[in-house]
């Protein structure tokens, strides 16, 4: 049984950081993308960043600069970090498995239960 789990979350004032970190065992993902997402409150679930099994790395708009993904495929495990917070990153982060090409959320294989992120301002 595949299972996907994050950790890290937290609160944190504007402009910390903070490291997410998400396992996923079951089976070996060192050929698929690792993907994280975020949640805000009452909005819709959207792409931050993922990290191919060949190591490309792809990035949302929102975080490109300030967030960096990596991997470490013997570990089965995919990082976010995270430097200089602002408020509207406060969300839920969800780390999803991915077998296809495609980014959306509904082509994700596997998704973990979240964690949540809290930046004060």
């Known amino acids: 049984q595949v299972q996907v789990v994050e950790s890290g979350g937290g609160l944190v004032q504007a402009g910390g950081s903070l490291r997410l970190s998400c396992v996923a065992s079951?089976?070996?993902?060192?050929?698929?993308?690792m993907n994280w997402f975020r949640q805000p409150p009452e909005k819709e679930r959207a792409f931050v960043a993922a990290?191919?099994?060949?190591?490309?790395?792809y990035y949302s708009d929102f975080v490109k600069g300030r967030f960096t993904i990596s991997r470490d495929n013997a570990k089965n495990t995919v990082y976010l970090e995270m430097n200089n917070l602002k408020p509207e990153d406060t969300a839920v982060y969800y780390c999803?498995?991915?077998?296809?090409?495609?980014?959306?959320?509904?082509?994700?294989?596997?998704w973990g239960t979240g964690t949540l992120v809290t930046v004060s301002s």
């Open positions: 999803a498995v991915s077998e296809g090409s495609s980014f959306a959320a509904s082509d994700m294989d596997y």
């Open positions: 079951g089976r070996t993902f060192s050929s698929y993308r």
């Open positions: 990290s191919s099994w060949s190591g490309n790395t």
